[in-house]
């Protein structure tokens, strides 16, 4: 039963547009969402948060988007770059992000120059 | 440097062998928490310390493996009689009570 889910495997984007990725969660305890970077051989990487008490949270390119009443929730890169290749997860937890982590299977981007 | 450090980065093991990794925490950070990952999914929780307490197990985490934080400094996760399912990337992170978890690079586990 997957709480977390990431319905793209894969995203191909060139390089200065927008790229979108998806989320969806199934569990209304979750009140807290990270994004995760993950390049190949290496640990992932925090990349944002948001707490449910926001539906909005920019970081430089990086915005993630909440909408409590879809369970949904998205991160928006702008503009996109060749380095931001990499396979994004997104991840749940109840409480302040300090509870184990439920990830989703993650979608690979892929910026094309 | 200062991040999550984890060892060995590779593993290869026969079927049946026991094997240990050791993670290393960030400093001040008092939560540490071992994931699994396996290809094509997301990392998958198995247990958590806070400090040298643990906290909570996944039904993912048989009989075979066993954690241990000593200390509530650096913890290592041991894999008895080893199992080619048990072939993974084994994830360490560490938080504080307030931050996010930052992850190690990984142990990569592969029993032949």
């Known amino acids: 039963d997957q709480q977390v889910k990431q319905n793209s495997p894969s995203l191909s984007v060139q390089e200065g547009r927008i790229s979108i990725l998806n989320c969806d969660y199934t569990n209304s305890m979750f009140d807290y969402f990270l994004w995760y970077k993950k390049y190949p051989a290496e640990g992932p990487t925090f990349l944002i948060s948001i707490s449910s008490i926001k539906d909005k949270n920019e970081d430089g390119r990086f915005t993630v988007f909440l909408n409590k009443s879809a369970k949904h929730l998205s991160l928006h890169i702008v503009p996109s770059q060749p380095g931001d290749s990499a396979v994004y997860f997104c991840a749940a937890s109840r409480g302040t992000g300090n509870t184990p982590l439920v990830f989703g299977k993650g979608t690979r981007l892929s910026v094309i120059a | 440097d200062t991040g999550v450090s984890q060892n060995p980065r590779h593993k290869i093991t026969k079927r049946g062998q026991n094997v240990t990794f050791r993670c290393d925490p960030i400093s001040e950070h008092n939560r540490l928490y071992w994931y699994r990952q396996t290809l094509g999914q997301g990392p998958e929780f198995l247990t958590y310390?806070?400090?040298?307490?643990?906290?909570?197990k996944s039904r993912l985490l048989s009989d075979r493996f066993s954690a241990e934080r000593p200390k509530g400094s650096f913890s290592t996760l041991e894999i008895q009689r080893t199992e080619q399912g048990d072939s993974a990337m084994y994830l360490c992170a560490s938080s504080r009570r307030d931050t996010e978890a930052f992850f190690g690079q990984g142990t990569r586990l592969t029993v032949v």
């Open positions: 310390f806070q400090n040298e307490a643990q906290l909570e």
